[in-house]
T-cell receptor, first 111, second 115 residues
């Protein structure tokens, strides 16, 4: 199956600054890249996604970038708040048939 | 929004026993999945299921694991017999395949503790 690498595994940023998480994938057939946020003891929830026909997508303070040539995609959280502290998982999917997740990034926003 | 329900939320059993984890996916979804997560680590794919069949499974999906969805009822993950390393949170997920959404909806998880 698809392999998704996610870095960094741990990220600490100051409140108000930006946080960036990077993922790479191997299968060029992957065409859908969602990002999930997981709070402790809860289930992962979709926060933003991007399809292969796009290079950039923004929802409020969340920006995702996709570089299909390099097989890389990234999540950028601008103006981070303490409520952004959580685990973040990237995933890659081909045709929504299966979703392969990265190992996760533990983000801590320091007030 | 759409909800995936999982029963039980927590189960403690002795090694060697059988366990069945139940999932009630979103009603019009077509693809169903099980993921295993150990202590806030990576979501590891186990299996996906479509049209009554296993479509793909990972190496983690051992011979002791099985899935089914008899007559459109619960989508179940059965482990028989259980081993200590099966202790984890098991997340069920479902998605609507073939449309633009494709979003994966997760249940709240079933925490399995094997003693």
């Amino acid at each position: 199956g698809e392999q998704v690498e996610q870095l960094p595994s741990i990220l600490r940023v100051q409140e108000g600054s930006s946080a960036s998480i990077n993922c790479s994938y191997e299968d060029s057939a992957s065409n859908y890249f969602p990002w999930y946020k997981q709070e402790p003891g809860e289930n992962p929830k979709l926060i933003i996604d991007i399809r292969s026909n796009m290079e950039r997508k923004q929802i409020q303070e969340l920006i995702v970038l996709l570089d299909k040539k390099a097989k890389r995609f990234s999540l950028h959280i601008t103006d981070t708040q303490p409520g952004d502290s959580a685990m973040y998982f990237c995933a890659a999917s081909e045709g929504y048939q299966n979703f392969y997740f990265g190992k996760g990034t533990s983000l801590t926003v320091i007030p | 929004g759409p909800k995936v329900l999982q029963i039980p939320s927590h189960q403690i059993i002795d090694m060697g026993q059988m366990v069945t984890l139940n999932c009630d996916p979103v009603s019009n979804h077509l693809y169903f999945y099980w993921y295993k997560q150990i202590l806030g680590q990576q979501m590891e794919f186990l299996v996906n299921f479509y049209n009554g069949k296993v479509m793909e499974k990972s190496k983690l999906f051992k011979d002791q694991f099985s899935v089914e969805r008899p007559d459109g009822s619960y989508f179940t993950l059965k482990i028989q017999p259980t081993a200590l390393e099966d202790s984890a949170v098991y997340f069920c997920a479902s998605s609507l395949w073939g449309l633009n959404t494709g979003q994966l909806y997760f249940g709240e998880g079933s925490k399995l503790t094997v003693l």
